[in-house]
């Protein structure tokens, strides 16, 4: 699994690995007929789960999506201090959770449009798949944690992992067989699992749809040198059309791109001196598959591409097929379908979710998701955070839900914060006088839902720009007091609130009895973060002992293995191991693998994905 908002987070200093019962139990509650966002489905008390968004016919409640967003933050920050991510993070992490939900469910409606059908069996399958690659993601953490010592073989890192959960991964695996079988034969269980993984199941059937040729997969096997027009705005379209009608008529290339271009994305060259390069890897999948085929000279139509349109004009093409393309024929010409596939999936996945059929029914959590997804995005002061702080003022405004729970109150506090918060970092000047008040008030009020210093810090900053002296004090202590994250994103909070206290004390802001207590309670925090530190340098310092006593195993095994084959003998069966085999026999049973894991070879990706995504995309030169 990975969730790139709090990558930050899980790889930030302060992480440490927990290997539990919980860890187990977290597989087995996935599929144990409970529900595949947490929670029971067997009546509850407190108020009714009360609908957010209706996709295409399935409702999404806001149980269903606080329970997977708790489920999902669990599984990410696995560590021994909590962390207290701002809301910024939040928001982020919550449309990474919407999207967690929404993506299938328009799946299951790609499925329909193309007449592929779920069956039980791709369920099943689907549930042990995401449960195998779980326990092999835990079994990885063993080792990197050191909890497993060399080079060991299947059998004992199965052992380390019973003893680490207390089941086995056969018991593991067995469990959630028995209970997916169980979940499809009730109409709302199979449900959830359909929602679960159908952005796995239906880009892997539409697959199957795919025909290619073999001619069509020989021309992705190039190397095409070309130029472009890349055009953005709402006029884009109709500019595009311009472009190619000139183009084709006879126009300068290179004038074209002067005159229209909006590539940015090379500094160092003019833009009608840029050449792109384009390789199999570009023109295997849309957008650029479209190319394949097309002669030197050729100026394509205009072409949808992340960010805007472009035109291209291909200047050369060198083949490229490689040596053993026959012998690897039917391979390939399998991965070009499953490339094809899944471009065409993600096409009309998001077709599908600007459509109508997407109903939200919560104006509050549409505020977060739209300013997640802004947060989410590669550049978040790109975004209009004017609109979004609209849309959010609307939604707070607004009525709320019948028996509305505190999700939705929670919703619309992290919507409007995050983004008076963006929209003010770019204001001008004047634009800040503006919106300060209403900063301070919303930063107040998110306090309740997401704690930690950030919020408070931001008070104190915003009063201190605006020169507001009521309040900057008792925001700074609450900041410092409240901070307890011990990641670099809490030491960033820590040396801030540090610099804006002293600054504040010498312009007259805050007292020296509020710059006192600021004073303390950054004092107990760094006290926290270097008992945090140093437990870290333990653990590397175990992490390195372990990687050493690995080589010096390996070392003497590869003396021994010379050693006899000078001799012409075979190996000793005594005296050094082979590295990771165990000179106990593992039971009556060995693995059914029947050997050990080779020296250095991975025993799971480092992704737990099993969302079957091709990862091959145009490098920025789409």
């Given at each position: 699994?990975?969730?790139?908002?709090?990558n930050?987070?899980?790889n930030?200093?302060?992480c440490?690995?927990?290997?539990?019962?919980?860890?187990?139990?977290?597989?087995?509650?996935?599929?144990?007929g409970?529900?595949l966002?947490?929670?029971?489905?067997?009546?509850q008390?407190?108020?009714?789960?009360?609908?957010?968004?209706?996709?295409?016919?399935?409702?999404?409640?806001?149980?269903m999506l606080q329970d997977?967003?708790?489920a999902?933050?669990?599984?990410?920050i696995?560590?021994?201090?909590?962390?207290?991510?701002?809301?910024?993070?939040?928001?982020a992490f919550y449309?990474?959770?919407?999207?967690?939900?929404?993506?299938?469910?328009?799946a299951?409606?790609e499925?329909?449009?193309?007449?592929?059908k779920?069956?039980?069996?791709?369920?099943?399958?689907a549930?042990?798949?995401?449960?195998?690659?779980?326990?092999m993601?835990a079994e990885?953490?063993?080792l990197?944690?050191g909890?497993?010592?060399?080079?060991?073989?299947q059998?004992?890192?199965a052992?380390?992992?019973?003893?680490?959960?207390?089941?086995?991964?056969?018991?593991?695996?067995?469990?959630?067989?028995?209970?997916?079988?169980?979940?499809?034969?009730?109409?709302?269980?199979?449900?959830q699992?359909?929602?679960?993984?159908?952005?796995t199941?239906?880009p892997?059937?539409l697959a199957?749809?795919?025909?290619?040729?073999?001619?069509?997969?020989?021309?992705?096997?190039?190397?095409m040198?070309?130029?472009?027009v890349?055009?953005?705005?709402?006029?884009?379209?109709q500019?595009?059309?311009?472009?190619?009608?000139?183009a084709?008529?006879?126009?300068?290339?290179?004038?074209?791109?002067?005159?229209?271009?909006?590539?940015t994305?090379n500094t160092k060259?003019?833009?009608?001196?840029?050449i792109?390069?384009?390789?199999?890897?570009d023109l295997?999948?849309?957008?650029?598959?479209?190319?394949?085929?097309?002669?030197?000279g050729?100026?394509?139509d205009?072409?949808?591409?992340?960010?805007?349109?472009?035109?291209y004009?291909v200047?050369?093409?060198?083949?490229a097929?490689?040596?053993?393309?026959?012998?690897?024929?039917?391979?390939?010409?399998?991965?070009?379908?499953?490339?094809?596939?899944?471009?065409?999936?993600?096409a009309?996945?998001?077709?599908?979710?600007s459509?109508?059929?997407v109903?939200?029914?919560?104006?509050?959590?549409?505020?977060l998701?739209?300013?997640g997804?802004a947060?989410a995005?590669?550049?978040?002061?790109?975004p209009?955070?004017t609109?979004?702080?609209?849309?959010?003022q609307?939604a707070?405004?607004?009525?709320?839900?019948?028996?509305?729970?505190?999700?939705?109150?929670?919703a619309?506090?992290?919507?409007?914060?995050?983004?008076?918060?963006y929209?003010?970092?770019?204001?001008?000047a004047?634009?800040?006088k503006?919106?300060?008040?209403?900063l301070?008030?919303?930063?107040?009020?998110?306090k309740?839902?997401?704690?930690?210093g950030?919020?408070?810090?931001?008070?104190?900053q915003t009063?201190?720009d605006?020169?507001?002296?009521?309040?900057?004090?008792?925001?700074?202590?609450?900041s410092a007091?409240?901070n307890?994250?011990l990641?670099?994103?809490?030491?960033?909070?820590?040396?801030?609130?540090?610099?804006?206290?002293?600054?504040?004390?010498?312009?007259?802001?805050?007292?020296?009895?509020?710059?006192n207590?600021?004073?303390?309670?950054?004092?107990?925090?760094?006290q926290?973060?270097?008992?945090?530190?140093?437990q870290?340098?333990?653990?590397?310092?175990?992490k390195?002992a372990?990687?050493?006593?690995t080589?010096?195993?390996k070392?003497?095994y590869?003396?021994?293995?010379k050693?006899?084959?000078?001799?012409?003998?075979t190996?000793?069966?005594?005296g050094?191991a082979a590295?990771?085999?165990s000179?106990?026999?593992?039971g009556?049973?060995?693995p059914?693998?029947?050997?050990?894991?080779?020296?250095?070879?991975?025993?799971?990706?480092?992704?737990?994905?099993?969302s079957?995504?091709?990862?091959?995309?145009?490098?920025?030169?789409?």
């Amino acid at each position: 699994m990975s969730i790139r908002t709090f990558n930050k987070f899980v790889n930030g200093s302060g992480c440490v690995i927990v290997i539990s019962v919980g860890l187990a139990l977290l597989f087995l509650l996935q599929f144990a007929g409970k529900g595949l966002f947490g929670g029971s489905q067997s009546k509850q008390s407190g108020p009714a789960p009360q609908p957010i968004v209706d996709v295409y016919g399935t409702t999404i409640t806001d149980k269903m999506l606080q329970d997977k967003f708790n489920a999902l933050l669990s599984a990410t920050i696995q560590r021994g201090s909590s962390p207290t991510p701002p809301p910024s993070s939040y928001a982020a992490f919550y449309y990474e959770t919407f999207t967690g939900i929404i993506t299938p469910a328009l799946a299951l409606q790609e499925a329909k449009a193309h007449n592929l059908k779920i069956t039980d069996q791709d369920l099943i399958d689907a549930a042990n798949t995401a449960t195998q690659d779980q326990i092999m993601q835990a079994e990885l953490q063993l080792l990197q944690s050191g909890q497993i010592k060399g080079s060991p073989s299947q059998a004992a890192i199965a052992a380390a992992f019973t003893k680490a959960t207390g089941l086995s991964p056969d018991q593991i695996i067995a469990k959630t067989t028995q209970n997916a079988k169980k979940a499809v034969a009730d109409p709302s269980q199979r449900t959830q699992l359909e929602l679960s993984f159908a952005d796995t199941i239906v880009p892997s059937k539409l697959a199957a749809q795919m025909t290619p040729t073999v001619a069509q997969l020989k021309a992705t096997y190039v190397n095409m040198t070309a130029q472009r027009v890349f055009l953005t705005g709402p006029d884009a379209a109709q500019t595009a059309a311009t472009v190619e009608q000139k183009a084709k008529s006879g126009t300068a290339f290179g004038d074209l791109i002067t005159q229209y271009s909006k590539d940015t994305s090379n500094t160092k060259q003019k833009p009608s001196a840029v050449i792109l390069s384009l390789g199999q890897s570009d023109l295997s999948i849309p957008p650029l598959n479209v190319l394949a085929g097309l002669k030197p000279g050729a100026i394509s139509d205009p072409i949808d591409v992340p960010g805007g349109v472009a035109i291209y004009k291909v200047l050369t093409i060198t083949p490229a097929l490689p040596k053993d393309f026959a012998k690897n024929q039917a391979t390939l010409l399998a991965t070009y379908s499953k490339n094809l596939a899944q471009a065409q999936y993600n096409a009309d996945i998001a077709k599908l979710q600007s459509s109508s059929q997407v109903d939200w029914k919560s104006t509050r959590w549409k505020a977060l998701y739209d300013v997640g997804a802004a947060v989410a995005s590669q550049n978040p002061t790109k975004p209009n955070w004017t609109s979004l702080v609209k849309e959010a003022q609307d939604a707070q405004n607004g009525p709320l839900a019948k028996n509305h729970i505190i999700g939705e109150n929670k919703a619309g506090a992290i919507a409007l914060y995050v983004s008076l918060h963006y929209a003010y970092l770019g204001a001008t000047a004047d634009a800040k006088k503006s919106l300060a008040t209403e900063l301070v008030q919303a930063a107040s009020a998110v306090k309740s839902y997401v704690p930690g210093g950030d919020p408070d810090l931001v008070i104190a900053q915003t009063l201190t720009d605006q020169g507001m002296k009521s309040g900057i004090g008792q925001a700074l202590i609450s900041s410092a007091n409240n901070n307890q994250d011990l990641t670099q994103e809490g030491q960033s909070i820590y040396e801030t609130t540090q610099s804006l206290a002293q600054q504040d004390l010498k312009k007259g802001l805050i007292t020296q009895d509020d710059f006192n207590q600021v004073q303390s309670a950054l004092k107990t925090y760094r006290q926290s973060r270097a008992d945090e530190l140093k437990q870290q340098e333990e653990a590397q310092q175990e992490k390195a002992a372990a990687a050493a006593e690995t080589a010096k195993e390996k070392a003497q095994y590869d003396a021994a293995q010379k050693n006899a084959g000078a001799k012409g003998q075979t190996a000793p069966t005594t005296g050094p191991a082979a590295p990771g085999a165990s000179n106990s026999a593992p039971g009556p049973n060995p693995p059914a693998s029947g050997g050990q894991v080779p020296f250095g070879t991975p025993l799971a990706p480092q992704s737990g994905s099993t969302s079957g995504k091709s990862q091959s995309k145009p490098a920025g030169k789409g």
